[in-house]
């Protein structure tokens, strides 16, 4: 027999279940704030209305470009045509550098001073940026590890605490929207985002957005030193079959409910005003057209109330690109209706124009309009932007203050994973010659990725000077006479490889750094994952002088190192571990610091055939079909951990009933350190094939050389639940299993 829930009943109590507490709840309007709103619109004229729908970028109303080389300028006439004629809503984004914060109040004291001086309704602007670690746009601002780093350190508190830091940097500098966090779920490596990501597993993923929102949101948008995040991208877009940037994902709606709807859900449950959506298309229908996912399921099911902004020019590519609408006009119409409420134009006003002709015909109802600009504005009054929408002075004071570096620092040590430690190779002592060599060992760019400083993040001469390469920070770890540097190859040619392999035999060990260089979106395509060949050329050499080499990894996606991995005595697969990256390495290799953290993705040892964690029965039949370079989940420590006595409190359970899980974890080394203890779930039988296992519960531990500790969790019946034939949540009695480390334990749900 079948248990069938109500699907909306189903999903509050399936994200309770996912850890939300209840200090967080779903984005709605105060009945203050909507009692205001409802007599603001009915004062409204239809072009104030399309206006506040309407986004423009700043390079829409800049004189000049800020470049290495020049200071951006604002364009007054512009600005002024921008806010007084069009009334638009919403301005984003940098032309094209990260700026000061002292002129960041600069701008957005024009802007607002325009908005509530100068117009009818003196309604203030909503100002977003891509704030994704940290205040991406802001000079000297604290830049942490990046998506796939911060769900690699298992820890919701301290992603909390970055949620928290990167609102308190960007609302100092004026800006009150942050389009953060992503939510899509990573399980394409080759797509070229698959680093903003939180991983590949939707338990992860959801518990670290949900902290980070928690972080950057607080109870109160409103607060001064809080904003509004928006979850992005609106649903499907991280999932491209090729691999590269806007292209086709084929997600079946059912598997879209299983794997890429909970996070999304998750962080509209963590109280999320604002959703952006998927640029690309699924099934053969562009999201910016997608009424089902839109409106039915977004408003109808998960019941959102806050702002569905378009990406950037998406509604224009309903004509240009994608051509399912014959005109750019009959675009417009498409996506409003779809359950658009903001346009990311973003560079012209042909979207305000198009929608007033649309409403003035009828073709665009002005109640779906009223619907719109009600969320908008309901945002707007949420933030406090009507009281003040002006940026407090007195914030600047704590901009990269040595608490947030604090933190920071320590993320990046967290986010770290030692992947492989043959004999002991790590720790180094501190009393070695390093020869350290390749085109990561002396950047900050490749540790930091796109969204830093500019959006593809690889302007390599306007990163602070005083932050630590990882030669820098290995340098002042053990002192420059210790430490030999030559380049090798740089990430696609060869440099002076003969020189490095000279140099390597003149020392006791190499650390080698490889990788990939900064990118961006479409950017970052390739169309193939292995590392590139003359860095694996490097790497084979250095490894054929017999000196033990640590390897480190820095790059936004896993690209494939099985050819060399079984030359290298260690690997710090570091992926994008921020500013402080290179100190964190540093700490790191010298045993400063026991890593703690486990991989967010799977990392693959072959090109093709990728498999997550959690793969299917039916890929089990050959053996070793899950056969990665590294799992999910998987990361060594300088200590070791022995796990004993899992048990269940029964064997058992009845449906509305918890089942209780305890196991003791000893560290059985000689070294303090922490340990994540993971828990899985494997549903034995289903009507729908069942993964192998899926996360269903972490925590962290820390443990001193001996002690052991017990650690619980608790399972009920959502854990329990998956998306079944008919496209809704539903639990199966039957037979399942727990997992813990190798322990396992089974037991019967009635
Ligand atoms: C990206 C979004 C981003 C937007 C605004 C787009 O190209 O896909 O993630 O928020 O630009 O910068």
Request: charged share 25%.
């Amino acid at each position: 027999m079948k248990y069938f829930f109500s699907l909306s009943c189903l999903i509050i109590i399936y994200l309770t279940a996912l850890g939300f507490n209840n200090e967080t709840k779903k984005f709605d309007a105060s009945p203050v704030v909507a009692e205001k709103v409802k007599s603001l619109l009915s004062e409204m004229t239809l072009e104030e209305k399309v206006g506040q729908m309407t986004l423009i970028t700043i390079e829409a109303v800049s004189e000049q470009q800020g470049t290495k080389d020049q200071h951006h300028v604002l364009d007054d006439k512009k600005l002024e045509e921008a806010i007084k004629k069009y009334q638009v809503g919403s301005i984003i984004n940098v032309f094209d550098v990260s700026h000061e914060i002292d002129y960041w109040h600069e701008i957005i004291n024009k802007i607002q001073n325009f908005a509530v001086n100068e117009t009818r309704l003196k309604i203030p602007v909503l100002y977003g940026i891509d704030a994704i670690h940290g205040a991406t746009y802001t000079k000297g601002s604290t830049l942490f590890p990046q998506g796939i780093n911060m769900a690699a350190t298992w820890n919701r508190k301290l992603v909390e605490k970055i949620g928290e830091i990167t609102s308190y940097e960007t609302r100092a500098s004026g800006i009150t929207w942050n389009f953060y966090p992503v939510m899509d779920i990573g399980r394409q490596p080759l797509w070229p985002r698959l680093w903003e990501t939180y991983g590949e597993d939707v338990y992860l993923a959801s518990q670290i957005g949900s902290s980070y929102i928690k972080g950057a949101q607080g109870n109160n948008i409103g607060a001064p030193d809080k904003l509004a995040t928006c979850l992005k991208h609106y649903v499907g877009y991280s999932f491209p079959v090729n691999g590269r940037d806007r292209t086709p994902s084929w997600i079946s709606e059912r598997m879209l409910r299983e794997y890429f709807l909970p996070t999304f859900e998750a962080g509209i449950s963590a109280g999320a005003p604002s959703v952006m959506v998927n640029s690309g298309e699924v099934d053969g229908i562009p999201t910016h057209s997608d009424y089902h996912l839109l409106t039915e399921i977004l408003r109808g099911e998960l019941n959102f109330k806050g702002i569905v902004v378009s990406d950037w020019e998406d509604i224009k590519r309903l004509y240009t690109r994608d051509k399912i609408a014959e005109t750019p006009k009959e675009a417009v119409r498409i996506a409003v209706l779809a359950g658009v409420d903001m346009s990311m134009v973003p560079k012209d006003y042909s979207f305000y124009e198009y929608l007033l002709e649309l409403a003035k015909e009828g073709s665009v109802p002005i109640r779906r309009i009223d619907e719109a600009v009600t969320r908008i504005l309901t945002v707007k009054m949420e933030l406090g932007l009507f009281e003040n929408p002006f940026p407090d002075p007195e914030m600047k004071k704590k901009l990269a203050c040595d608490e947030f570096t604090n933190v920071n620092l320590n993320a990046a040590r967290e986010s770290i994973v030692l992947t492989k430690n043959e004999n002991n190779v790590l720790p180094l002592t501190k009393k070695v010659k390093v020869l350290v060599t390749g085109p990561t060992a002396n950047m900050l760019s490749v540790m930091n990725g796109g969204w830093t400083i500019t959006w593809q993040g690889n302007e390599e001469s306007l990163y602070p000077k005083e932050k630590n390469t990882v030669l820098e920070a290995i340098r002042e770890k053990i002192g420059l006479e210790n430490v030999s540097y030559v380049e090798g190859c740089s990430f696609d040619k060869d440099i002076n490889i003969v020189d490095a392999v000279k140099e390597a035999k003149g020392n006791d060990v190499v650390v080698l750094c490889l990788g990939e260089p900064a990118y961006c979106e479409g950017e970052g395509n390739i169309t193939d994952l292995t590392l590139n060949s003359v860095q694996l050329e490097l790497a084979k050499r250095i490894m054929a002088t017999g000196k033990p080499v640590v390897l480190v990894m820095l790059e936004g996606r896993p690209r494939i190192i099985s050819s060399i991995v079984d030359g290298a005595g260690a690997v710090l697969t570091a992926f994008l571990p921020g500013m402080e990256g290179g100190n964190a390495l540093a700490d790191i290799i010298f045993g400063d610091y026991s890593p703690v953290g486990k991989l967010s993705v799977t990392y693959p040892k072959y090109t093709n055939g990728n498999t997550t964690y959690d793969y299917k029965p039916i890929e089990s039949f050959e053996p070793n079909v899950y056969d990665p370079q590294w799992a999910f989940g998987y990361g060594l420590s300088y200590t070791t951990f022995g796990y004993s006595n899992l048990k269940i409190d029964k064997a058992e359970m009845k449906e509305d009933e918890e089942l209780s899980i305890s196991v003791d974890v000893t560290n059985t080394g000689n070294i303090a350190s922490e340990e994540v203890v993971q828990l899985y779930l494997s549903d034995l039988y289903g009507s729908v094939s069942r993964p192998n296992k899926q996360l269903k519960g972490f925590d962290r531990i820390s443990l001193n050389p001996g002690e052991t500790k017990t650690v619980s969790f608790k399972i009920n019946k959502e854990h329990l639940s998956f998306i079944g034939r008919e496209n809704k949540r539903i639990v199966e009695p039957g037979e399942f299993e727990v997992t813990v480390n190798t322990l396992k334990e089974k037991f019967v749900l009635k």
